[in-house]
C-alpha cells in the first residue's frame, strides 16, 4: 500500500479537490513528533472561507482513520501518523517485489527528452573538469529514463570552429607523426600551444588558420582528410576514458553536423526581420534583453558557436520533437545559452521555453584553476586511475584476501571520483581532496559501497530466508526510520528530475547508508532473539541493498559485493 495516496484518499472523502491536487498538496513534516505526512490547509481555506486551523481540526475530526496510528490537528496542518509496523511491512515488501524496478515510475511516458552533456572539444585533453558536466548529463539521463521519458543522449562534439584551421596549419609545420601516433591529445595539443606562441611573434600565421578553416568549410579534400584524422584519434582516446565511466551516447552530432544547416537558419533570421548589421557583422540585437548582441556571423562571413547552436537547437526540435532540452553545461556559457534562446523565442519558436540550461561550477586542486591554452591540465584518465591505485593500497591494507582485487579497486575508485562531483548542488565549485573523496566513513561513495557490501555480506551468512517473517519484530525507531527512508527513494528522484539537480539522490544515498549503519549497530542479526525476528531483520537488509543498488546507479556508480 501506497501510505501517500492512502492519506490523499482519506482527504478527498471530506473535501472538494482533485486527489492529484491533495498528492501535490501533501508534505513530509520535518520532525517525526509532526508524524510522517502533513496536509496543509492553506488552499482549502480560500475556497471554504474559513481559518486553515479551523479546517485542520474539523477535517481531523471527521477524517477515517483505519490504517493510521493517530492524526492530529497542528494549526494549519493536518498530521497523519502511520501505523510503523504496517509501514515498514509495506515498504519491505513493496521493495522485494519490484526489485530493480523499485523508485521507477512511468510517470514521463510519451514524452522525449534532449539531454546534451558532456560535448568534448576534439583535438583537446579530456579533463578532470569535463566529468563535472559528464556526470550530471549521465545522472539526469539515467533518473529520466526511469520515470519513463523518452530520452535522447547527445555530444555536442566541439569540432567545429576557426581552431581546426590553425590546428591544420600547425600540424603542416611542426607535428611529430611518431608522437601524434602514440599519444595523439598530447601532440595535438602541443602543436596548438606551439601555434599560439608563434602567432604571438608572427601574427600572419592565424591569417594563415583562418585560411585553412576556410579550405576545411568548402570541403576542401586534403584538409577535410585532416580534420576526420583528428577527429578519429580523438574519438578513440575519449572512448576509452567513457569506457572506464560506462558512459554512452545516442548520437555524437556535434557542431561540424550543423555547418551545413547554418544558411537556412541565417534565412529565417533575416526573414523575421531581426538580423542587423554591426561592423560589418550580422547579428541579433538583445538590448531589449539587457544582453550584447548575438553574433550570426562575422565580418569575414564566417559562422560561430552560437549559429551552430541555433541550427542544434532547431534540428534537436524537428528530429526529436522536445519536450524538454537540456543543456548540461559549465556556468561560464549561461549567457550564450540566454542570446541562443532568446534569439530563437525572437525567431518565432516558442518551445524555446523548453531549452534548459542546466549550469555547473568548476573542478580545482588547490587553487589552481585548470585551462587548455597553458596545457597544465589534470587529465581525467589520469585522475580515475590514481583513484583506482589509491583505493587498491586502501584494499591491501584493509582487506588482503579479498577476490577479484582489482576490479573491486576500479569500481570504488571511479566511484568515489563520480560520488564527489554529484554530491553537492552543481553550481558549486568542487575542490578536489583526496583524504576526503577516499575515506570509507565520511559522506562519500566509498562509504556507501562499503554499506552495501556489508549488507550483501549479512545476506550471504544467512542464506535464503524461508522461515517465518514476524515484521512486527521491527518496532523500533532506527527500523522504522530506515524504512521511511527507502520509501522516500521515487521521490527524491523526482526531487532531483524537477530541479535538475542530481546530488538529492547522492544525499539521499548517504542518508539511507546512514540510517542502515545506525540499524545495524543498534540490533543484532544474525543472533536475534528468534528466528522470525532474524527473518524481519534480514528481509529489511536485502530490501536497503536494493535501494543503494538501484540508487548507486542512477548516479552511475556500479555495487561491489565484497569489499
Ligand atoms: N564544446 C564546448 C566547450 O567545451 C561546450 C559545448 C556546449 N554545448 C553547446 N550546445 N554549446 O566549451
Known sequence: ????????????????????????????????????????????????????????????????????????????????????????????????????????SDLGHGKNICVEYSSVN????????????????????????????????????????????????????????????????????????????????????????????????????????????????SLKEFERVYDMLGIEFDSYAGESFYSDKMDAVIDEIDKKGILVESNGAKVVMLDEYNMPPCIIKKADGATIYATRDLAAAIYRKKTYNFDKSIYVVGAGQSLHFNQVFTTLKLMGNDWAEDCNHVAYGLVRFADKKLSTRKGDVVLLEDLLNESIEKTLQVINEKNPDLDNKEDVAKKVGIGAVIFAYLKNSREKDIVFDWSE??????????????????????????????????????????????????????????????????????????????????????????NAEDEATKNARLKLVEATCQVLKNGLGLIGIQVVEKM
Open 437 to 526: 573523496i577516499l575515506s570509507f566513513d565520511g559522506e562519500t561513495g566509498p562509504y556507501v559501497q562499503y554499506s552495501y557490501a556489508r549488507g550483501k555480506s549479512i545476506l550471504r551468512r544467512a542464506g535464503e530466508v524461508n522461515g517465518e517473517v514476524d515484521y512486527s519484530k521491527l518496532n523500533s525507531s532506527e527500523e522504522f526510520e530506515l524504512a521511511k527512508s527507502l520509501e522516500g527513494f521515487n521521490k527524491a528522484i523526482l526531487n532531483s528530475i524537477d530541479r535538475l539537480e542530481p546530488f538529492i539522490v547522492t544525499r539521499y544515498l548517504i542518508e539511507v547508508a546512514k540510517g542502515f549503519n545506525k540499524f545495524y549497530n543498534a540490533h543484532s542479526i544474525m
Open 122 to 233: 576534439i583535438a583537446k585533453p579530456f579533463h578532470v573538469g569535463h566529468l563535472f558536466g559528464t556526470a550530471i548529463g549521465r545522472a539526469l539521463y539515467e533518473m529520466l529514463n526511469s520515470q519513463g521519458y523518452n530520452c535522447v543522449r547527445i555530444n555536442h562534439l566541439g569540432d567545429w570552429g576557426t581552431q581546426f584551421g590553425k590546428l591544420i596549419s600547425a600540424y603542416k609545420r611542426w607535428c611529430n607523426e611518431e608522437a601524434l601516433e602514440k599519444e595523439p591529445i598530447s601532440e595535438l595539443l602541443r602543436i596548438y600551444v606551439k601555434f599560439h606562441d608563434e602567432a604571438e611573434k608572427d601574427p600572419s600565421l592565424n591569417d594563415e588558420g583562418r585560411m585553412y578553416f576556410k579550405k576545411l568549410e568548402d570541403g576542401c579534400e586534403e584538409e577535410v582528410k585532416l580534420w576526420q584524422k583528428f577527429k578519429d584519434l
Open 1 to 104: 500500500m501506497d501510505y501517500k495516496k492512502l492519506v490523499a484518499v482519506r482527504i478527498q472523502e471530506n473535501v472538494d479537490l482533485e486527489l492529484d491536487v491533495i498528492e501535490r498538496l501533501i508534505e513530509i513534516p520535518p520532525k517525526s513528533e509532526m508524524g510522517d505526512y502533513a496536509f496543509p490547509c492553506f488552499q482549502l481555506s480560500k475556497t471554504l472561507r474559513k481559518a486553515p486551523n479551523m479546517i485542520a481540526q474539523e477535517l481531523k475530526e471527521k477524517i477515517n482513520n483505519e490504517g493510521f496510528e493517530k492524526i492530529e490537528s497542528l494549526g494549519p496542518y493536518l498530521n497523519f501518523f502511520v501505523d510503523k509496523v504496517d509501514f515498514t511491512k509495506n515498504s519491505i515488501e513493496k521493495i522485494l517485489t519490484e526489485r530493480d524496478r523499485y523508485g521507477s
